[in-house]
């Protein structure tokens, strides 16, 4: 660096890892600053997007366990229906 100061004073201060530890930072802040907004935006939009999906799936399970029972009869009940050959649905197999 001294020798920059010796030769090229005017070179001097506009070179260096202070200086390029300055510039980068600048540059860095000002790609924050102009990514922010779009990022907010973007990130506002998934929210709304996934509060309408949630809200469409229905009210929260309150008795998981009674839950899991009645998936549980449904299934096994579409199962025989389908084992004995009085299932009204067609799976395509």
Known sequence: MSFLYKNYPSLASKNGIKHLATALNKLLILHIRESLPELKHRIT???????????SLGSPIDDKKKTFLQVINHF???YISTIDGS????WGF
């Open 87 to 90: 299932s009204k649905k067609y």
């Open 45 to 55: 939009n998934m929210i709304a997007e996934f509060q309408t999906t949630l809200e």
């Open 76 to 78: 096994s009940s579409a």
